[in-house]
């Protein structure tokens, strides 16, 4: 069975700030692993996704993560946030191509 | 190109109705899923189904809960005799058939149910 942690609810940064959301994953097969971004009420959409190419994936919006297998995690940054970064974030896991598991999410507040 | 397409957005129920929400996948997709997320918290898996089957109904509660997807027509999540524990945002999720796709899911704008 695979899982995710995301450690810390909440983030808060000031515009400009480094990105930094914290994702764990837990996987008896190697996994693939995505970031999802939520506005309010809106659905998910996909930022960036791993699957066993380059370990450090790039995706939409600035944001890259680097899976680190070593310490099973899967952060997301981004260099500079900007007010429209403010959003709810959320790590998954997939296995075997099958259904995703989520972590609980991390709100990201972006102060001016 | 049309996304996952949700309906209704808004459900609004009295305790003991029941609820029916709809999911049409997008175009080419054959696996649907279905996830929950309560007020403050992730989203949580409920069921997993291919056109005329379920392939992973773990998470759905044993009780009034049920999903199809039939040959013809949307995906259907039914709640029977509502509760005010089901409030939630109920997800509809796509992807293409296993091989053809890398786990990413397409997720519909989800429906609100509120259970009066």
């Known amino acids: 069975a695979q899982s995710v942690t995301q450690l810390g609810s909440h983030v808060s940064v000031s515009e400009g700030a480094l990105v930094l959301l914290r994702c764990n994953y837990s996987?008896?097969?190697?996994?693939?692993l995505f970031w999802y971004v939520q506005y309010p009420n809106q659905g998910l959409q996909l930022l960036l996704k791993?699957?066993?190419?380059?370990?450090l994936v790039k995706g939409i919006n600035g944001f890259e993560a680097e899976f680190k297998k070593s310490e099973t995690s899967f952060h997301l940054t981004k260099p500079s946030a900007h007010m429209s970064d403010a959003a709810e974030y959320f790590c998954a896991v997939t296995v075997n191509a099958g259904k995703s598991t989520f972590g609980d999410g991390t709100t990201l507040t972006v102060k001016p | 190109n049309a996304g996952v397409m949700q309906n209704p957005r808004h459900l609004v129920r009295r305790r003991g109705q029941e609820a029916r929400l709809r999911c049409s996948p997008m175009k080419g997709h054959s696996h649907v899923y279905w996830y929950r997320q309560l007020p403050e918290e992730g989203l949580k898996f409920m069921v997993y189904?291919?056109?005329?089957?379920?392939?992973?109904e773990s998470g759905m509660p044993k009780e009034r809960f049920s999903a199809e997807f039939p040959k013809e027509g949307p995906s259907i999540l039914r709640i029977q005799q509502v509760v005010r524990g089901d409030s939630a945002a109920y997800f509809c999720?796509?992807?293409?058939?296993?091989?053809?796709?890398?786990?990413?899911?397409?997720f519909g704008e989800g429906s609100r149910l509120t259970v009066l």
């Open positions: 189904l291919q056109k005329e089957n379920i392939i992973d």
């Open positions: 791993y699957t066993s190419a380059a370990t």
């Open positions: 999720a796509s992807s293409p058939s296993l091989g053809a796709g890398t786990g990413e899911l397409f």
């Open positions: 996987s008896s097969v190697p996994p693939y």
